[in-house]
């Protein structure tokens, strides 16, 4: 089982839908994120979690630490947020190694 | 642009041979991040260096090695080249060594591809 799951794997919706990511972990960690790799490879940091909840525009990140589950919700959903959207976790033992999911590939169509 | 650079963008070499992939880090960011990309192990974490000393090490082959030198720029040695060795190559960079609480700004990667 990996340390990090995602879900789900592929995800299609409208323009203008709401949608959401869900990344289990199965470690204690000291820190979540959440990366976005768009089509051309580039990948981006979005978030940083340690708790609580974080806002970018349309994007929002949760975490709950008690249940080793985060979310990335995306509202309003457009046609460029198509990409791919990796979880990654960073280990309570104070190493800098990221763990990553395998990754959620969402396209939204308009 | 996040202010990371990766030279160079694509690489085309056979088996046996050795490459030598480049990061330069953000403007004040000490730490240099290696992370391998590949269609069936998704994305792997290499090897960390902090302001010039190895600071953490992952799932690293010993044919592959790294330095980061006194002006903050990292190259990855990748030697007897195999072809599952054929993946994307991302370098990140952070301002501090506690990379797992550090936003980590990434690079363009290098794309290898050995035939």
């Known amino acids: 089982k990996n340390e990090v799951e995602q879900s789900p794997q592929n995800l299609t919706a409208q323009e203008g839908e709401f949608i959401t990511i869900n990344c289990s972990y199965s470690?204690?960690?000291?820190?979540l994120h959440w990366l976005q790799q768009h089509p051309g490879g580039g990948i981006v940091s979005l978030f940083m979690l340690s708790s609580g909840k974080k806002k970018h525009g349309r994007l929002i990140a949760t975490i709950n630490i008690q249940e080793k589950h985060s979310s990335l919700h995306i509202t309003a959903s457009h046609p460029r947020d198509s990409a791919v959207y990796i979880c990654a976790v960073s280990l309570f033992i104070g190493t800098d190694k990221l763990i990553f999911g395998t990754g959620t590939r969402l396209q939204v169509f308009p | 642009d996040s202010g990371v650079t990766q030279t160079p963008k694509h690489l085309i070499t056979a088996t046996g041979q050795r490459v030598t992939l480049r990061c330069s880090p953000r403007?004040?960011?000490?730490?240099v991040y290696w992370y391998q990309q590949s269609l069936d192990q998704g994305l792997q974490f290499l090897i960390q260096?902090?302001?010039?000393?190895?600071?953490a090490k992952g799932n690293i082959l010993e044919r592959f090695s790294a330095q980061q030198f006194p002006d903050l720029h990292s190259e990855l040695n990748l030697s007897s080249l195999e072809l599952g060795d054929s993946a994307l190559y991302f370098c990140?960079?952070?301002?501090?060594?506690?990379?797992?609480?550090?936003?980590?700004?990434f690079g363009p990667g290098t794309r290898l591809t050995v035939l």
């Open positions: 403007s004040g960011d000490l730490s």
């Open positions: 260096y902090y302001n010039g000393e190895e600071r």
């Open positions: 990140a960079s952070s301002v501090g060594g506690t990379g797992g609480t550090d936003t980590q700004y």
């Open positions: 470690v204690g960690i000291s820190a």
